[in-house]
C-alpha cells in the first residue's frame, strides 16, 4: 500500500494543527504535531534546568530526551518520560523558550530523525505531518505539499481569541517574537518550489479545511 504523506507548513497561529488534525480526521489517516516535539524538548530543558541559549548543553540534553507522541488525530498525547506534558507544552514561558531551543543544528537533525520514523511506521493509509520545514526537510517528497498562510492581523486575533488569561498586545508581541526567531532558521513564509499556498485570511475554518481537503485530493490524482 503506498501511504499518502501531507506535508503542511506556515507561520505560528496559521491554523497548522487545528486544520490539518480536521483534515486528517475527514480522511482516516494519522496526524503529527511536530512543533510539539520541539516545545516538549524546550519543556525537558527547562524542567532540567538547563539554559535553552546554552546551545552545548540543549544537545546534551537529548541524551535524556525520552519523548512520545500520539498520532491519533482524535486524541493525541504527549509524553517527556513518565509525565504527560500535553498541556503544559503550550504555557508561554515553554513558548518562550522553544525557538532557541529549535535552532541548534543538531537538535533539527535529532527530531528530523525521530519525524521520519514515525511517518514510515504510521500503519494508517496516510499521515498529515505540520510545521515549519516538513514541506522543505523532513519531507520534501510529500504526496501533498501545502503552506498555510494567513495574514498577521488574522492570526493573532485568532490566537488571542484562545488565550483569555493573556493580553491581547502580550500575545501579539510573543507571536511576532517566535515568528522573527523561527524564520531566521527555517522560511516558512515562502512556498518553495512545488508547494500549494493555502491562505485563509478570509477563508473561515470550514472552508480552510475544504481547500487543504482539495489540494491534497488534486495531488493524490497527479
Ligand atoms: N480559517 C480559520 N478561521 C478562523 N479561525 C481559524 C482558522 N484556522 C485556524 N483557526 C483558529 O486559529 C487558532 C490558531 O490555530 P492553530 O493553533 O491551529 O495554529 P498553528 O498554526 O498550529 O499555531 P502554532 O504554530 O502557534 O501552534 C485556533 O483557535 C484555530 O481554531
Ligand atoms: N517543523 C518545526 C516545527 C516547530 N518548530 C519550532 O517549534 C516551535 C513550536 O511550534 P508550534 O507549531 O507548536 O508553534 C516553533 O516556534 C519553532 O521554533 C520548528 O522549528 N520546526
Redesign the pocket.
Known sequence: MTKTVVAVD?P????????SKAAAKRLGFAYLDT?AAYRALAWHVLDSSVNPDEAPAVIASLASFDYAIGTDPDGYGVRVGKTDVTNSIREPRVSAAVSAVARVPEVRAHLTALFRDIIQHTEKRGIVVEGRDITTVVAPDATARILLTASEEARMS??S??LATESASDVAIALQKRDRADSRVVDFMTAADGVVTVD?TN???D??VDAVLDVIRTSQEK
Open positions: 506556515g505560528a497561529g496559521s491554523g497548522k494543527s487545528s486544520v512543533g485568532r490566537r481569541a484562545e485563509s477563508l473561515n475554518f472552508e480552510t
